[in-house]
């Protein structure tokens, strides 16, 4: 079935015309044109296709579209303000913590969610929580001393504020 | 759309849901959080013309401490189990056992109701609540009914559940005294793989011996088995002679097939290990507690 939703996508209400089959990937990429969420393995195992979906991180290929709507969606487009980047997009290009950045989108909004939830994360749990995000460059050193970068740059800035 | 279109339904109330599964029959499916139901929808594996949205139906998420245990509720998913502060003290193996599943995006969508309707051999959390004794509400055409857990999984992907009949929410008992429980979950391929098997065991003590044992085990049958005859252990040591009695009694229980996780020969060996690391565990846990 055919139907109009709203979905609030990066601060913005985005009104589209979708069939109940879609995915949430399908609209995001195909509709909306953001190509930061990617499909690769497509049964929510790899984390490519990330999104957060009220601040939480969600595999958007395996969310119906239609069953997003009032709720809060953030691609990797809606972190930074277009001009420079997110404190986590730099610790990740300071500590080459990507080769072919395939995974990378997926991986900084994990990041994000795991340092909005877990402000002091130990190194288990920084394991634990990006265990379903996949680089088949096999960056993991390199991403899991980015996740450090980026948690002091995130205490910096809150202690600044 | 890589998914044949179908309607989503969206009722308001279970009555509702019902109601829209009877009429519709083996054209529609309810679905929880979809992780596994899109996936397979995805992949042609299943098709509908109808998905009756069980999310669109408020107040079936909830978490709540009872007097005698917590009750969960169908649409609550893996994550805020979890996470859930009444959970984790009053039953952390059940945590535990949620934590274990895929992850934390798929915990975040899969739901409780789902996981337990759809019935997977491997599924992590089946066996912590089987130990406890975990009971469903299921609600259908023929009005509300109580299935206990060890009744609710009646083959490979096969659950007690009649057309048009829905999981409401699964009640957990409190531990007993002196009680303490475990799952211990052996992947033989990544961490986030499906389990090789998965074992929740809990021990009751009193004066110093064994009083009671409870084990269940997922991923070594075509559905999660608690496994029955193990009263010979009240009022013993739970030493050499009689991990060896244990033993044999869950060998005879379980019928493991051979798959990439393991042959059959490997998953009872490790079924026994797994064992063994269980129980030891919780003795030590109970003695110095």
Known sequence: ?161 | MTIRSFDLLQPRSLAEAITLLVQHGEDARAIGGGTTLIILMKQRALQYRYLVDLQSIPGLNQISKEPEGVRIGALATHRSVELSPVIREALPVVAEAFSRVGNVRVRQTASVGGNLAHADYRLDPPPALLILGAEISAMGPNGARKIPLKDFFRGMYETALEPGELLVDVKIPSMPAKSKAVYLRYSAMSANDWPCLGVAAMVTRENGRCKELRLALGGVAATPVLVNGLTFVKDQLLDEDVMQQILAVVDEQISPFSDLRGSEWYKRQMTQVFIRRAIAQLDSQLIEG
Not at chain 1, 103 to 119: M, N, Q, R, Y
Not at chain 1, 133 to 138: E, S, T, V, Y
Not at chain 1, 145 to 160: E, G, P, T, W, Y
């Open chain 1, 1 to 161: 079935m055919k139907r109009e939703i709203t979905l609030r996508v990066n601060n913005k209400d985005e009104v589209i015309v979708i069939d109940d089959a879609d995915t949430l990937l399908e609209v995001l990429r195909d509709r909306l044109k953001l190509w930061s969420v990617r499909e690769s393995c497509g049964v929510g195992a790899c984390g490519s296709c990330t999104v957060l979906l009220d601040g939480r991180p969600a595999s958007s290929c395996f969310l119906l579209a239609a069953r997003t709507t009032g709720h809060d969606i953030v691609t990797l487009e809606g972190l930074g303000d277009g001009a420079e980047l997110h404190y986590i997009q730099e610790a990740f290009v300071s500590q080459r913590a990507l080769q072919c950045a395939y995974c990378t989108p997926g991986f900084i909004l994990s990041v994000k969610a795991l340092l909005d939830e877990t402000p002091e994360p130990s190194d288990e749990e920084i394991r634990e929580y990006l265990a379903g995000n996949l680089c088949r460059c096999a960056g993991y050193a390199d991403i899991l001393r980015a996740v450090r970068v980026a948690q002091d740059k995130k205490k910096s800035l809150a202690f600044k504020e």
